[in-house]
């Protein structure tokens, strides 16, 4: 077992793009993890979507052995985490399991919008905090003007901030200096009962379950009894070990020391990620704090385009729940798309991201259903009902009120491209509360609707700025509304799956343009099809598509022009008819691409 005061457990956090993933390359490199043969760029990022994109998606851990200048032997836990505002619940989750972090700041680009939330979540879990500035080499950095930024905007002492390069490794030995200095060792009693955090789990096919723990008190070792305290499972410890950054077998894991732990459980129900793991025959008092739960703020359906895919669908969605805590769904019934699961997101890059790994991982073919928010429905007779879906809404004689999800958005703009900004934060009925200066950037806080944001409002913000803006936000709570459901029709049926929850003034707007994009993305039929958008029974928007028309008059080569008008009199007739029997195929891709609404 590992003597304690050697142990260094610390995260390495920063806003998209700043250098977590190089970084811990060259910690792993320094600490002779994997061999130079087996090394390569963003090592910890193991997904292909990780490694496609360039971002990190999961928080990954590794355990590392680093001799100091004086010889002694330290044992580093290192947590490399994601970027993006859509996964700060990792963020959030391996904060939980260190006692101190890495905050990397771009030397080029400085503080950030989740360079911020991501100082807040470290203060919260009362952590040591190094603040680093990365990328020192490029002919952009300005290390003087963000030192002064970390100062001002974020709060920090950025007096004893290491300047450094991971990606030519300048530097970062004065960081493992650092850490084993000013991140305090880990403490617990190993004579107490067992105290373990389940910081994270996966489905492995024949092990079952792993999942991943750190230990706070006691000794977890093979052989013990283990007791999950939320779900109350037993089960018998067969392995325990750490990632190094192999999985390693170990004889047991001690107080301060982060592994994993493989007891042989087939129910992915019974490892809730926070759960705190305990000796049955000698239990400890009182679980864990464990995480506050996540919150889902972007809801939409997934339906299995062959119904015979239900049953492996619900089992997919299980094992990436049990991998993505933050992830929820239950199931749900579409007259349109038959049997799915209503599923819930913490952003527009989580549901794309799951979607995308339900494609890859499981080989399921899907239809999205248009993303949405949870709305509050007061009804006349003083019940409140949540809205996950708005082809639930009850009819509107019934209806008191309707409430909105609002955030709180921090924006951080180079001021050349504030006016952009704050026009793009007003289309989408924003309200702003705070405007400040750090350095030539802007900070603007707006309050804005959730349903306005979970479109296109990150792409268009790009867009506005070039790539320069960043953007967080934080919820703020619900506010009255005037919402309207907008329906769909195609050649008279409804098509629930498009259906949208949208603001009165914007019905028009957005129902014309889904209706456009429907338009060319249906084939054409042998007879004209409508397409409506409206607000119960009143229609705000339509298109017409063109009937594919066959010349019956090909045959004609002679005689008189009523010939040829008794032939195209009867084809009317019959198209007439096929309006009122025939019926319209909307391809899967369509209905994704409809929702995907375009970029002025």
């Avoid at 811990?24 to 193991?46: K, P």
């Avoid at 339509?542 to 008008?565: F, H, I, P």
């Amino acid at each position: 077992m590992t003597d304690r005061s050697h142990i260094r457990n610390f995260a390495i956090i920063a806003h998209i793009d700043h250098g977590k993933s190089t970084l811990a390359d060259r910690i792993i490199q320094l600490c002779e993890g994997v061999s130079e043969r087996e090394m390569r760029e963003q090592f910890l990022d193991n997904m292909d979507l990780e490694r496609e994109r360039g971002i990190t998606i999961k928080a990954q851990t590794v355990r590392l052995n680093y001799r100091a200048s004086d010889g002694t032997l330290y044992v580093l836990n290192v947590i490399d985490t994601p970027g993006h505002v859509d996964f700060s619940y990792e963020v959030s989750r391996s904060l939980k399991a260190c006692e101190g972090c890495i905050l990397l700041v771009d030397a080029s680009q400085g503080v950030e919008a989740q360079t911020l939330a991501n100082v807040y979540l470290a203060l919260e879990h009362d952590l040591e905090i190094i603040p680093v500035l990365n990328k020192v080499d490029l002919p952009a950095a300005e290390p003087e003007r963000v030192l002064i930024e970390i100062e001002e905007v974020i709060g920090l002492d950025s007096s004893d901030a290491l300047l450094i390069s991971a990606k030519t490794g300048q530097g970062v030995s004065d960081v493992m200096g650092a850490i084993l200095e000013r991140i305090p060792p880990p403490e617990g009693d190993e004579s107490a009962p067992l105290k373990s955090l389940l910081v994270d789990s996966w489905y492995d096919q024949y092990m079952g379950v792993i999942t991943l723990t750190r230990v706070f008190d006691g000794v977890l070792k093979g052989g013990l009894q283990a007791r999950f305290m939320a779900t109350r499972a037993l089960h018998d410890v067969g392995e325990v070990g750490t990632f190094q950054p192999k999985k390693t077998k170990a004889d047991q894991l001690g107080p301060g020391e982060i592994g994993y732990l493989i007891a042989g459980v087939k129910d992915i129900d019974e490892t809730q990620v926070g759960d705190t793991i305990t000796d049955e025959r000698n239990p400890c008092a009182k679980p864990l704090e464990g995480y506050k739960p996540s919150i889902p703020v972007v809801f939409c359906g997934l339906f299995p385009t062959d119904t015979g895919d239900y049953g492996a669908l619900r089992d997919a969605l299980g094992k990436l729940r049990l991998n993505d805590s933050s992830f929820q769904y239950e199931p749900e019934n579409s007259p349109a798309l038959g049997f799915g699961f209503r599923c819930g997101f913490l952003g527009l890059l989580h549901l794309e991201i799951i979607q995308e790994r339900l494609a890859r991982e499981y080989d399921l073919d899907l239809i999205t259903t248009s993303p949405s928010v949870v709305y509050r429905v007061n009804k006349t007779d003083g019940e409140q009902i949540e809205l996950h879906n708005p082809t639930d809404m009850p009819a509107v004689m019934h209806i008191e009120s309707i409430e909105e999800p609002w955030i709180k958005a921090t924006i951080l703009v180079p001021d050349d491209y504030l006016g952009n900004v704050l026009k793009l934060c007003e289309e989408r009925r924003g309200i702003q509360d705070d405007l400040t200066y750090a350095g030539d950037r802007a900070m603007v806080v707006y309050k804005l609707p959730l349903n306005e944001v979970v479109y296109d409002f990150y792409d268009r913000l790009k867009s506005a700025t070039s790539g320069y803006a960043s953007f967080d936000y934080q919820m703020l709570g619900y506010y009255q509304g005037d919402l309207v459901k907008l329906d769909f029709y195609v050649n008279g049926e409804s098509v629930d799956a498009l259906a949208l929850m949208v603001h009165r003034s914007q019905a028009e707007t957005r129902g014309r343009a889904v209706c456009e994009r429907l338009k060319n993305l249906i084939p054409r039929q042998l007879f004209k099809v409508a397409i409506q958008a409206a607000i119960g029974g009143k229609v705000v928007a339509r298109e017409t598509l063109g009937a594919m028309r066959k010349d019956v008059t090909a045959k004609c080569y002679g005689g008189d022009v009523t010939r040829k008008r008794k032939l195209l009199e009867k084809q009317k007739e019959g198209k007439k008819k096929m309006r009122q029997v025939g019926k319209v195929d909307i391809p899967q891709s369509a209905f994704l691409d409809a929702l995907k609404m375009e970029q002025d």
